[in-house]
């Protein structure tokens, strides 16, 4: 059974960083395409960023792109997302996902097929 959990989320003030971990059990890492998605409150779901299982290649919601950055951990079977510069709209439930999706789906959530929980990271001062 495959099963991912979050951690790392808290409240920081802006321009602060954070790093969240999600903890892939069940499965390896490098099985899937695994992405980051975020909930703030009264808004839809939404694409953070991905990694691709085969190449290591990343990509980025517009917004976060060079403040952001996702990486994966082999031997520990974890994907990171290192948030910095962080501004009060980052804040949101932070969800990490993984799917055997295609590139031109990585964005869509409709492809991910295990959530973890969700850890919240606020941004304010």
């Known amino acids: 059974q495959v099963q991912l959990v979050e951690s790392g989320g808290g409240l920081v003030l802006p321009g602060d960083s954070l790093r969240l971990s999600c903890a892939v059990t069940g499965t390896s890492v490098r099985s899937y395409e695994m992405a980051w998605f975020r909930q703030a409150p009264g808004k839809e779901r939404e694409f953070v960023g991905a990694?691709?299982?085969?190449?290591?290649?990343?990509y980025y919601k517009d917004s976060v792109q060079g403040r952001f950055t996702i990486s994966r951990d082999n031997a520990k079977n974890t994907v990171d997302l290192q948030m910095n510069s962080l501004k009060p709209e980052d804040s949101a439930v932070y969800y990490c996902a993984a799917g055997l999706v295609v590139l031109s789906g990585i964005r869509d959530e409709s492809g991910y097929r295990h959530w973890g929980q969700g850890t919240r990271v606020t941004v304010s001062s």
């Open positions: 990694i691709r299982r085969s190449g290591g290649h990343t």
